[in-house]
C-alpha cells in the first residue's frame, strides 16, 4: 500500500502475521565466537546474515529477475538480512539507498521481526532522490533515492529487498562498510550459457574470502563469501564483474569515450581570454609545449578535486559538462580530465583521452576487456617535438617527468582517433550508452582505441 504525503512518500509494507506470512530468517548469532559478535557490535552494532543476488537469464540478456516487487514489477534485485545489535545498527540499518535510472522513485521491500520472532509492521519513508551526474543529453542519468525504515530496535531481524538497475546488475560487493558480514552468495549467469563461451567473470578480491563454488567450466557462476568480514571501506570491499569476453581491448565499443567527448565540447567556457590569452589564438611556432605547461598549471592551481562517485563503474566518468566545471572551479577527477581535454584543445593543440589502471593491489586482467578494470580518465597531447605529454587529475605535472613516474609501467587504453560532430557540442544530441561494459565484434570506424603499457 502505498500513499502520498505532501511531498513526502510513506510506503507502508506489513510484515508476516496474515495469511501470507513471510518465515523470520535465521541469522545465527550463537555459533559465532563471542569475540567476533563483540566485535561487531562495537564496529557497526549489526550483522548481515545473508546478502543475495537473485536474477536470471532471459533473452534480452541479464535484465530479469524471478522476484517480482510489490509493485509487480519484475527487476534484478538483492535481498540482505541484518540482526540489529546496537542502537547504533538501528540507525545504520534504517537508511538504505537504490541507485537507478527511472525518474519515478523505486519500489522497496522491507521486513521486520522483533528478538522473539513475531513480524511487526514497518513505515519507509522517501526521503530524496537526487541526480547524480548532469548529463543534459543523455536519457540513462543515474539517480540515487535515500530511504529510512522507521522504527528499528535491538534485536531486530530485517529484511530489505531492492532493485538493482544500469551497469550495477553487471557488479555484486560482497562485503559492507557498516556492518560484519557472514554470508553473500551472488549468482550470474544461467545453465544455457554454457553455449556462450565468451561469457567470463572477474574476481577483485584482496581479503581472499571470495571464491567460485560453482565448478570452473559450468553456468550459471556462483561465487559465495567464504568467511565473516569486519566492516571494511567501500574501497577495499571485494567484488565480482560479469563482462563478455571479447576479441581484445581494441574491439570495445569506442562510444565508451562519447560521453567525455560530448561534455568536454559542450558549452562555452567563459574566463580564458582574462586568463591567458595566448591560449585562445592562433598556435605559433615551437609554442604546443608552452601552451601544454600554462594549462596543466592553471588546472592544477585552480580546480579543486571533489570527491569521486563510490559507484566502481561511475568512479571515472565526468558528472558534469566541462564548462560547469571551469565556473565553479572543481569537479570530480572525470570532470577534471574533460576540462583539460577541453582547454588544450581550444588552446589549438590535439588532446585524447586515456583510461589507466592504477591500483597495483588489483592486477590488470588482459582477458578480460572491460572499461570497470579502469580507474583514471587522463588526457594525452603531443608537443612540437611529438612527445606526448600526460595531464591526470591529482597528478601534480612536470615537463620533465612524462609520462609520469608514477604511472610508468600501467596499463591505459588511449582513444587514438574518433568521430564526433562538433555540432554535438552546442546540446542538440542523444548519446548512446557511454558506460561500455559491453563489447562488439568490431570497432566502428573511425573510433580507434589502443591499449598500451605507459612508457614503453
Keep these: 500500500m502505498q500513499r502520498t504525503v505532501g511531498s513526502m512518500t510513506l510506503v507502508l509494507l506489513i510484515a508476516a502475521g496474515t495469511g501470507c506470512a513471510r518465515k523470520i530468517p535465521i541469522v545465527d548469532l550463537d555459533s559465532l565466537d563471542s569475540t567476533f559478535v563483540q566485535r ?42 541484518i540482526r540489529i545489535l546496537s542502537p547504533a545498527g538501528a540507525e545504520r540499518a534504517s537508511a538504505v539507498s537504490v541507485i537507478h535510472y527511472r525518474e519515478q522513485v523505486p519500489d522497496i521491500e522491507v521486513h521486520v521481526w522483533m528478538d522473539d520472532g513475531t513480524p ?51 557488479l555484486w560487493h560482497f562485503g559492507s562498510d557498516r556492518f560484519c558480514q557472514l554470508h553473500s552468495r551472488a549468482t550470474f549467469g544461467h545453465s544455457s550459457d554454457e553455449n556462450r563461451p565468451d561469457l567470463h567473470a572477474i574476481v577483485v578480491d584482496a581479503s581472499g574470502a571470495v571464491k567460485r563454488t560453482s565448478p570452473g567450466e559450468s553456468y550459471p557462476m556462483v561465487f559465495e563469501l567464504q568467511k565473516p568480514l569486519m566492516p571494511i571501506s567501500r574501497e577495499r570491499l571485494p567484488f565480482v564483474l560479469l563482462a563478455p569476453r571479447c576479441p581484445g581491448w581494441s574491439n570495445l565499443r569506442g562510444q565508451l569515450f562519447h560521453l567525455p567527448l560530448w561534455m568536454a565540447r559542450a558549452g562555452d567556457v567563459d574566463g580564458r581570454k582574462a586568463v591567458n590569452p595566448m591560449l585562445v589564438r592562433p598556435v605559433e611556432n615551437d609554442e604546443k609545449l608552452r601552451r601544454i605547461q600554462t594549462a596543466a598549471r592553471w588546472l592544477h592551481t585552480s580546480i579543486r578535486l571533489e570527491e569521486d562517485s563510490p559507484l566502481v563503474w561511475m568512479r571515472w566518468m565526468p558528472l558534469e559538462p566541462a564548462h560547469k566545471t571551469a565556473r565553479k572551479r572543481s569537479g570530480t577527477a572525470g570532470s577534471w580530465a574533460t576540462l583539460a581535454f577541453r582547454i588544450l584543445e581550444d588552446a589549438g593543440l590535439k588532446p585524447r583521452f586515456a583510461l589507466i589502471h592504477t591500483h597495483a593491489s588489483n592486477p ?23 612527445k606526448t605529454h600526460w595531464l591526470v587529475p591529482g597528478l601534480s605535472y612536470d615537463p620533465e617527468d612524462q609520462p609520469p613516474s608514477t604511472i610508468r609501467g600501467r596499463q591505459a587504453l588511449v582513444l587514438e582517433r574518433w568521430w564526433l560532430d562538433r555540432e554535438q557540442g552546442s546540446g542538440n544530441c542523444i548519446p548512446v550508452d557511454a558506460v561500455g561494459f559491453s563489447c562488439q565484434v568490431s570497432t566502428p570506424a573511425p573510433v580507434e582505441l589502443k591499449l598500451l603499457t605507459v612508457g614503453e
Design 40 to 81: 561487531c557490535t562495537q564496529a557497526g552494532g549489526g550483522v548481515v546474515g545473508l546478502e543475495e543476488r537473485y536474477l536470471e537469464y532471459t533473452n534480452r540478456g541479464y535484465d530479469i529477475t524471478n522476484y517480482r516487487m510489490l509493485s509487480g514489477d519484475k527487476t534484478p534485485v538483492r535481498r540482505r538480512v
Design 120 to 170: 511487526r509492521k514497518v513505515n519507509v519513508h522517501t526521503l530524496q532522490t537526487k541526480v547524480l551526474a548532469d548529463w543534459p543529453c543523455d536519457l540513462s542519468v543515474p539517480r540515487r533515492t535515500d530511504f529510512r525504515i522507521a522504527t528499528l530496535s535491538i534485536g531486530d531481524t530485517v529484511e530489505i529487498i531492492q532493485p538493482i538497475s544500469g551497469p550495477e546488475t553487471l
Design 364 to 386: 590488470l586482467d588482459l582477458e578480460l576487456p572491460t572499461t570497470s578494470q579502469l580507474d583514471t580518465l587522463a588526457v594525452l597531447v603531443d608537443d612540437e617535438t611529438g
